[in-house]
């Protein structure tokens, strides 16, 4: 509405909604748009490509865009291969979007793709932008059943309901398996104020009592967060929030901040245990400096969470152990274990084939299988049976339990709403149980 349309936002995986896509795509033509655009990941990419020919199909003269990740990493090809989109945005979308919908001509619109007759036509990047603080806040509005059908992970929170936010975008790294094509290197910023007013606005307006962060580097910038957390000191929104750090970004005193401004817990990206995995994925850790810092983290009064990744290439049987053994012993509050998955856009994307067998199926490409399996790995159903086996482990040591058990109280939400599904939470549990 800022810029003089009326927007519609249709979450194709939001509360209640059906994966029938020719119903999907009835939904969203009741809408009347002009112009339809998608967002999609890799995995996602297909179910929109399909819902862009429904709507052609049942009204040729809307036009539909697609950006995201998927679509920033191959760029032309996809619409070439695709010609129920119209167009394609490369990189931030916000401004793009913005101009095409303005009726900017499209040889002028930076990060637009699109067709010149039979020709494809890729204009310049868009320039990213600067300013953060200038995009208005997500409308969350726009969300159907916000806050209240969109639940956080379970037993990451003690209140509810809960949203999730990011407050800056890039990354000075680049470890071999993420795709930075949106958003590049380099690191942008939401202001402490932003944030501030951003976590305010959840509160007031739709009652949010916990908030997930899901920036790569939030305390990447000291000076931002410090001024944050003197802030939510000083003038409590009544709010928990997570977030997550790489090591080497923590130190104790911001730690004792971040407790004292609400954060609840902390995640920390460290996917391999081994020395080898970890010097070719994700430069600049050491083993070392992470049990240091789980042991400051906690030391500070607030959960550790490690982030790991299964199925890396030159992942062995012996890297899963050797991985395995270190999740045991940092005595870690939870933990979340990836199954790796190539994205178009990261660095080893271009030699993955050689690296062993990789099954490039769109759909299943979302870190939840393993569509990639490392030559040091007989296969496949042994990489699964592994990773049923290390996951189990953790949430079977008897540390992790009995500090679970002393949280009971404080997860009773999160309990109330796994007894309310327990048939599907009991179908997951079962797939991690040893084969009889």
Not at 4 to 19: N, W
Not at 268 to 295: F, N, W
Not at 327 to 336: F, P, Q, Y
Request: proline share 5%; with cysteine; hydrophobic share 35%.
């Amino acid at each position: 509405m800022r810029e003089g349309h009326e927007v519609f936002v249709y979450d194709g995986l939001g509360p209640g909604v059906t994966f029938d896509l020719n119903k999907q795509a009835r939904s969203i033509l009741e809408y009347q748009p002009r112009i339809v655009g998608f967002s999609a990941t890799t995995s996602s990419f297909p179910d929109a490509a399909d819902l862009a020919q429904i709507i052609k199909k049942n009204s040729p003269e809307i036009a539909t865009v697609c950006g995201g990740v998927h679509v920033s990493a191959l760029e032309g090809k996809l619409l070439r291969d695709y010609p129920a989109f119209d167009y394609l945005i490369s990189g931030e979308g916000e401004l793009t979007m913005s101009e095409l919908v303005a009726g900017t001509t499209p040889a002028e619109i930076q990060g637009l793709i699109w067709r010149d007759g039979e020709k494809i036509v890729t204009n310049a990047p868009r320039t990213r932008i600067a300013d953060m603080d200038s995009l208005p806040f997500p409308a969350y509005e726009k969300l159907h059943g916000f806050p209240r059908d969109y639940h956080l992970p379970l037993f990451s929170y003690i209140r509810t309901p809960g949203a999730t936010m990011i407050t800056s975008r890039g990354c000075m790294y680049q470890c071999s398996y993420c795709d930075r094509s949106v958003f590049k290197k380099g690191f942008r910023y939401n202001s402490a104020a932003y944030i501030y007013e951003h976590m305010k606005h959840l509160r007031e307006k739709f009652g949010v009592r916990h908030i997930n962060i899901y920036d790569d580097l939030f305390t990447a910038n000291r000076r931002r967060i410090v001024e944050l957390c003197e802030k939510l000191a000083r003038f409590p929104l009544g709010i928990n929030f997570n977030c997550a750090v790489r090591v080497g970004y923590t130190d104790d005193e911001l730690l004792r901040m971040l407790k004292k401004a609400g954060c609840l817990m902390v995640s920390l990206g460290i996917e391999s245990a081994d020395p080898e995995m970890l010097a070719r994925h994700k430069s600049g850790v050491l083993l070392d400096d992470v049990r240091d810092t789980v042991q400051r983290i906690q030391k500070a009064g607030l959960r550790a969470k490690g982030l790991f990744m299964m199925g890396l290439p030159g992942e062995t049987e012996e890297s899963i152990k050797r991985t395995s053994d270190f999740i045991i012993s940092l005595g870690l509050d939870d933990m979340n274990m990836a199954k790796f998955t190539p994205f178009p856009g990261a660095p080893l994307w271009a030699n993955i084939r050689e690296e062993g067998e990789f099954n490039e199926d769109w759909r299943l490409m979302n870190c939840l299988n393993f569509v990639f399996v490392s030559k040091g790995i007989s296969s496949r159903v042994r990489l699964d049976q592994l990773y049923n086996e290390h996951v189990k482990r953790f949430y079977s040591d008897r540390g992790w339990r009995k500090k679970f058990r002393r949280r009971l109280w404080q997860h009773r939400k999160s309990l109330l709403y796994l007894l309310r599904h327990l048939p599907s939470f009991w179908s997951a549990k079962n797939q991690f149980e040893p084969d009889k």
